[in-house]
């Protein structure tokens, strides 16, 4: 499916193409209007208002309806926005409206990275509970498709499992310049940290939240899924204790309780995990505000506001070749 790629598109330029409904915000006030977010692959872009009295075009859209859109690109206060001509929904059935979602592609080098890290191990208690998930073919398969996030960071089929690749890399280069850390213990909070994201997170239409997402956070869900896959066994995989010490990596990562922390990490190994969780959530949302065009308005260099990925800080694409030659130099 050939899809117009949604950030590049100029002022002015038609679409004829289908489209996910990302959001449906109806807007009440003196003037009640709706707008909807609309998403493919290549990103996202809002529609010109549908005021009240064009209600009618839009009855029976809802968040997650794949639509036919003809229209044009506009601007509204520095935005791009869809002036809609046309808009219908689409049997699911008659679109790969899978295809409409964003994703990391082919996974199968964080796969390998992944199994070859966990072929290294040498506590055969660690490799064992580790495998408890990823020697399950059915975890594989959902772990290799879930996004990081609903519309953060790594918001793509596939993120998650970038993601732990991206923390397992960077908390194994942190442990290798501290030999009082456990290397492998690092590795397998990376591997953990995120679990509860199955249990937290539904991506079979849109990106959304579960009830036990939204009522128990994924942070504990991946704990009590560690605790109950655990316990599932005949023989214990590992001790009491050891298990304590994989919960705490899952229940510290997000480093304060302020950020969703149910515990502050209290271990080297559990810091680590923190820093390694956050390095690789704060770079990829930097590098996703810094290209994204509606955020640099006019073609500027410094964001017209603060983003919210960036805990509303301003992003400036400040840059140099500081004399390097040019690649056909």
């Not at 072929?119 to 399950?136: I, K, V």
């Not at 249990?199 to 560690?226: N, Q």
Request: hydrophobic share 40%; proline share 6%; glycine share 10%.
């Amino acid at each position: 499916m050939t899809q117009p790629a949604l950030p590049e598109l100029p002022v002015g330029a038609r679409l004829q193409d289908p489209f996910l409904v990302l959001e449906v915000d109806a807007r009440g006030g003196d003037s009640p209007h709706t707008i909807l977010t609309l998403g493919n692959a290549t990103g996202r872009i809002q529609t010109a208002p549908f005021w009240a009295s064009d209600a009618h075009r839009i009855a029976g859209i809802t968040k997650g309806s794949v639509v036919q859109v003809i229209g044009t690109i506009g601007s509204y206060r520095d935005r791009r926005q869809v002036a809609v001509d046309s808009i219908r929904v689409l049997p699911k059935e008659q679109v790969a409206w899978q295809h409409l979602l964003p994703s990391v592609g082919d996974i199968t080098r964080y796969w390998t990275a992944l199994d070859k890290w966990r072929a290294g191990l040498r506590g055969p208690r660690l490799a064992r509970t580790l495998g408890l998930f990823y020697d399950d073919p059915g975890f594989r398969d959902r772990y290799g498709s879930c996004p990081a996030s609903t519309s953060g960071h790594h918001a793509e089929l596939g993120g998650l499992l970038k993601h732990t690749c991206e923390v397992a890399h960077v908390a194994l280069a942190i442990a290798r310049l501290f030999p009082e850390a456990d290397a492998e213990l690092v590795l397998a909070g990376a591997l953990l940290h995120d679990i509860g994201k199955l249990e937290s997170y539904r991506w079979d239409g849109t990106f959304e939240v579960t009830v036990p997402g939204s009522v128990i956070g994924h942070v504990v869900l991946g704990s009590l899924m560690l605790d109950r896959r655990v316990r599932e066994e005949a023989t214990p995989p590992c001790t009491e204790e050891e298990l304590l010490l994989l919960q705490h990596l899952i229940l510290s990562h997000h480093g304060k309780l302020e950020f969703g922390a149910p515990v502050a990490p209290m271990t080297l190994e559990a810091e680590i995990l923190h820093f390694a969780d956050n390095a690789s959530a704060k770079a990829t949302s930097f590098i996703e505000a810094l290209a994204d065009p509606e955020n640099f308005p006019a073609g500027g260099t410094v964001s017209s506001k603060g983003l919210w990925q960036l805990d509303r800080r301003r992003a400036w694409k400040g840059k140099s070749d500081w004399g390097r030659p040019t690649p056909d130099a």
